[in-house]
T-cell receptor
Framework: AAGVIQSPRHLIKEKRETATLKCYPIPRHDTVYWYQQGPGQDPQFLISFYEKMQSDKGSIPDRFSAQQFSDYHSELNMSSLELGDSALYFC?????????????FGQGTRLTVV | RKEVEQDPGPFNVPEGATVAFNCTYSNSASQSFFWYRQDCRKEPKLLMSVYSSGNEDGRFTAQLNRASQYISLLIRDSKLSDSATYLCVLRDSWGKLQFGAGTQVVVTP
């Protein structure tokens, strides 16, 4: 079965560079969530989209932006990267109206800022 | 106070023993409850959903107590492969996922 696809899996960037992370949800899922997980930390919610509109915003820095496209894939754009942005970035997708169903996670993008 | 709280552990459990831990939540409007398992910096994967009546899946039993606003996970006959971080995840009435910090379980031979 198709799962949530994230690309790239690994990314190394220098400080002050930009990065774009992509997330392709499970077919027919209309909601996408982005999470950041630093070393030894729990996943921190960044932002979510439902039907291509931002549905909720968490601890996403102003240097980051995201959007969901007409095919429901989402991109997280990160600018002026800082060392502290090094983390595992997970994307999850779900079907909004199916409240009792779980969200599925991609394998994550491991971003290292040097 | 965090909206979802878990004892971070680690819970050191001898192989074959039983371990149980809770997750408390503050949002009474939480709609759906799940236990996810996360291995060593990999993506969280669903272990089981938690239903009001409680549910069991093999060696795993999940309970929901809405009155006291907590869910629990019990693992019987622990295996070495059960060593992982167990994340409590809730969906609120808006569909937003809320994560606990995770409870680390270490099963020892």
């Amino acid at each position: 079965a198709a799962g949530v696809i994230q690309s790239p899996r690994h990314l190394i960037k220098e400080k002050r560079e930009t990065a774009t992370l992509k997330c392709y949800p499970i077919p027919r899922h209309d909601t996408v969530y982005w999470y950041q997980q630093g070393p030894g930390q729990d996943p921190q919610f960044l932002i979510s989209f439902y039907e291509k509109m931002q549905s909720d915003k968490g601890s996403i820095p102003d240097r980051f932006s995201a959007q969901q496209f007409s095919d429901y894939h989402s991109e997280l754009n990160m600018s002026s990267l800082e060392l502290g942005d090094s983390a595992l970035y997970f994307c999850a997708s779900s079907a909004y109206r199916e409240m009792n169903t779980e969200a599925f996670f991609g394998q994550g993008t491991r971003l290292t800022v040097v | 106070r965090k909206e979802v709280e878990q004892d971070p552990g680690p819970f050191n459990v001898p192989e074959g023993a039983t371990v149980a831990f809770n997750c408390t939540y503050s949002n009474s409007a939480s709609q759906s409850f799940f236990w996810y398992r996360q291995d060593c910096r990999k993506e969280p994967k669903l272990l089981m959903s938690v239903y009001s009546s409680g549910n069991e899946d093999g060696r795993f039993t999940a309970q929901l107590n809405r009155a006291s606003q907590y869910i629990s996970l019990l693992i019987r006959d622990s295996k070495l492969s059960d060593s992982a971080t167990y994340l409590c995840v809730l969906r609120d009435s808006w569909g937003k996922l809320q994560f606990g910090a995770g409870t680390q379980v270490v099963v020892t031979p």
